[in-house]
């Protein structure tokens, strides 16, 4: 049985297909299948992965009949893994050759941990760098960061089979936002963390683009949060979900509004420690990162003064 089982859906995405497959296959870490999963494409995708598959014993090729999207494609490569270690993938990515092997030392050594991100740097369609992402590495920020902030990678991201078997997997016929609706329910059942080497080349183009700011796939990762939020508050007010949405987005927020979203964290934070998502020794590390958060909502200018106040009074 291999440790390590790669999945990777595509849909239509011949254009980058061969880079992303290369990618797995001349990772340092060998002992993994890759199970690509063609989602009914319509161009030269399975021809391309059945290819590589005729190359490779490693690669697992599953070719659907028609399209059944991204959450359920992935359920169908997860039917066929065998690994202890489930990695994700996407087509048009390219992971760099160390990813997997770092991955698994750091799950290896922290039992805790069922969900494990790495850094990234976006690129363009020639793989020329863009902007870096900055991600959390902590549990606790990351789960913070689900309403207010960047969070996971999803294609980045290497789980515990047993975590992911134990939510079912992915949630069936979901078009949009798959990663954040398990990660919603995956933070009741295990630990995140990220990596801080960027060990994905995350592929920022019109197509990718277009996907992530789709008025679907904005709203289905809203209604997520509403979801979770009426799970741990019993309620979900919409002012409280917009202000969030909004420092998501990293808007600004006049003085009233940052008021009330101060409140409103700390009675997320209060419901997350309650709930044991969050550990109450990780308090005072969340309550510095609100207020972060809460100064980047603010007009350039007082951004600049406290910066110059905790430089010289060191508060």
């Not at 390590?4 to 993994?32: C, H, K, W, Y």
């Not at 902030?149 to 992915?170: E, Q």
């Amino acid at each position: 049985m291999p440790l390590v089982s790669v999945v990777m859906p595509v849909f239509n995405g011949e254009r980058f297909l061969a880079e992303a497959i290369e990618s797995i296959l001349a990772q340092t870490f060998t002992d993994f299948e890759f199970i690509i999963v063609d989602d009914g494409s319509r161009d030269r995708s399975a021809e391309i992965a059945g290819s590589y598959a005729d190359q490779d014993e490693r690669i697992r090729f599953v070719k659907l009949r028609r399209n059944l999207g991204e959450a359920d494609a992935r359920n169908h490569g997860l039917a066929f893994a065998r690994g202890e270690f489930i990695a994700t993938m996407d087509s048009d990515d390219v992971s760099l050759p160390q990813r997997l092997q770092r991955q698994l030392d750091v799950l290896s050594r922290n039992p805790e941990i069922g969900v494990l991100g790495t850094g990234a740097q976006a690129v363009n369609e020639e793989l020329r760098p863009l902007f870096d992402f900055d991600l959390p590495q902590q549990h606790a920020l990351i789960v913070i960061n689900l309403f207010v902030g960047s969070f996971l990678i999803h294609p980045s991201t290497m789980m515990r089979r047993d975590a992911l078997s134990d939510v079912g997997g992915y949630e069936p016929s979901r078009l949009t936002a798959p990663d954040t609706e398990l990660w919603s329910r995956l933070m009741w059942r295990t630990r995140f963390a990220n990596l801080p080497e960027r060990l994905l080349l995350y592929r920022w183009h019109d197509a990718q683009i277009h996907r992530t700011r789709d008025a679907l796939a904005m709203k289905q990762a809203a209604d997520v949060r509403e979801r979770l939020l009426k799970r741990l508050w019993g309620e979900a007010p919409r002012d409280s979900l917009v202000r969030f949405a909004r420092m998501q987005r990293d808007e600004k927020l006049g003085p009233l509004d940052r008021r009330r979203a101060r409140r409103d964290l700390a009675r997320l934070l209060d419901a997350l420690i309650g709930a044991d998502i969050i550990d109450r020794i990780d308090r005072g590390l969340v309550e510095a990162h609100i207020e972060r958060r809460l100064e980047g909502t603010m007009p350039r200018n007082w951004q600049k003064f406290l910066h110059w106040r905790r430089h010289h009074f060191g508060r």
